[in-house]
């Protein structure tokens, strides 16, 4: 089944404690990309990838990093989280083509305290 | 990027058809109208996209109007399994480099009633 997959799908944690958040896709997409959704604000993309060893900002960097190293995964990181950083989490992939549906992970809802 | 305009919330009652509109005067001639919906406690899913036919597929009907300033995303009987928020996104194929980007906007809140 074609799936894009994060983990962990909940989290609280404090301030200034590093965490990285898992996403993996098993459909070989190389186009892949990291949005957080806030209300009354939609979604905002944070990060994409075009494909391995190849990412670049999108909207909303500040505070986030990640990492390309492999084709099906895409870790998003917060070395120093803050509480602005509370929010719901959505990776995303995608085929090469922009006309291509993306497929979304389920989520993965932080609380920084 | 073209902007998109949707009613804030629409009420529907189950196995009865639902209209679901979107404007986008500002349209050009390269946007695809694509459609995702975003079920309670889940991510965003696609439901269909066009760009100047009318296009059916399992999930939905996407009507475009001939001047392609706006669109209606047909539920052709509503469940309750079908409430969701929908976005409705145009997306410029000419865009190079990072074309792949979604702009969402706050989209339509479907109720449907039992």
């Known amino acids: 089944e074609a799936q894009v997959t994060q983990n962990p799908r909940y989290l609280i944690t404090v301030t200034g404690k590093k965490l990285t958040v898992t996403c993996s896709q098993n459909?070989?997409?190389?186009?892949m990309s990291w949005y957080r959704q806030d209300p009354g604000l939609g979604l905002r993309q944070i990060y994409y990838?075009?494909?391995?060893?190849?990412?670049d900002k999108g909207d909303v960097p500040e505070g986030y990093k990640v990492s390309r190293k492999e084709k099906r995964n895409f870790p998003l990181i917060l070395e120093s989280p803050s509480p602005n950083q509370t929010s719901l989490y959505f990776c995303?992939?995608?085929?090469?083509?922009?006309?291509?549906?993306?497929?979304f992970g389920d989520g993965t809802r932080l609380s920084i305290l | 990027d073209a902007k998109t305009t949707q009613p804030n919330s629409m009420e529907s009652n189950e196995e009865e058809p639902v209209h679901l509109p979107c404007n986008h005067s500002?349209?050009?001639?390269?946007?695809?109208i694509h459609w995702y919906r975003q079920l309670p406690s889940q991510g965003p899913e696609y439901v269909i996209h066009g760009l100047t036919s009318n296009v059916n597929n399992r999930m939905a009907s996407l009507a475009i109007a001939e001047d392609r300033k706006s669109s209606t995303l047909i539920l052709h009987r509503a469940t309750l399994r079908d409430a969701a928020v929908y976005y409705c996104i145009l997306r410029d194929v000419r865009n190079a480099g990072n074309n792949r980007k979604l702009i969402w906007g706050l989209g339509t809140s479907l109720a449907v009633n039992p």
């Open positions: 459909m070989n997409h190389e186009y």
């Open positions: 500002t349209i050009s001639g390269t946007d695809y």
């Open positions: 990838s075009m494909n391995v060893e190849v990412t």
């Open positions: 995303a992939s995608g085929v090469g083509t922009s006309n291509q549906p993306q497929h």
